[in-house]
């Protein structure tokens, strides 16, 4: 696992080709946030413009409850990860984000203690980032994106990338 620090050079870096697919996702976002109010459906196309722009196919987003020592499943795209579950802290790429207190990379979903993806989905995820979601200087959930691709490797860009995505979810 690496726990990742924000890079000043990464922030400071020359425009791409990417940039334009990244607008037109936050702009979607932005549309999104204005016009739903139920709180699945909101996190769920938060979660689907996230995996679209990290060129992943699954992920998760879950809610903390601290004081239980849990965490539950809010929503979960193209994993069979057990949506609407409740799970303790002490596991899961969530658990570890809540210890670290700040956004965890894994290389390969097998480094993962506890996680509880079973079968051919496990076997198919490879690197792993997980985000936690904040509000009031506490952490209130976690936005998880997995890769089947066994040579991805995720970046402080894409930390920062699903930050973004984090506070809308928070917001949420």
Do not use: N
Not at 20 to 25: D, M, S
Not at 138 to 157: K, N, Q
Request: some cysteine.
């Amino acid at each position: 696992m690496r726990i990742v620090a924000m890079a000043l050079a990464e922030r400071t870096r020359p425009p791409s080709e990417d940039d334009g697919a990244r607008f037109a996702a936050l702009a979607a976002l932005a549309t999104d946030l204005a016009g739903q109010f139920a709180l699945e459906p909101l996190l769920e196309r938060i979660l689907r413009h996230t995996m679209q722009l990290l060129d992943c196919d699954s992920g998760s987003i879950c809610t903390v409850d601290e004081l239980a020592g849990t965490y539950r499943k809010e929503v979960d795209l193209g994993v069979g990860c057990l949506s609407g579950q409740t799970f303790p802290l002490d596991e899961g790429v969530t658990g570890e984000v809540v210890r670290a207190r700040r956004p965890v990379i894994f290389d390969e979903y097998a480094e993962v203690r506890g996680g509880h993806i079973a079968g051919a989905d496990r076997a198919s995820l490879h690197g792993v980032i997980g985000v936690p979601i904040r509000w009031g200087g506490s952490v209130i959930g976690s936005c998880v994106v997995f890769s089947r691709d066994p040579g991805r490797r995720f970046t402080e860009a894409d930390v920062t990338l699903v930050e973004l995505f984090a506070t809308h979810a928070a917001i949420a």
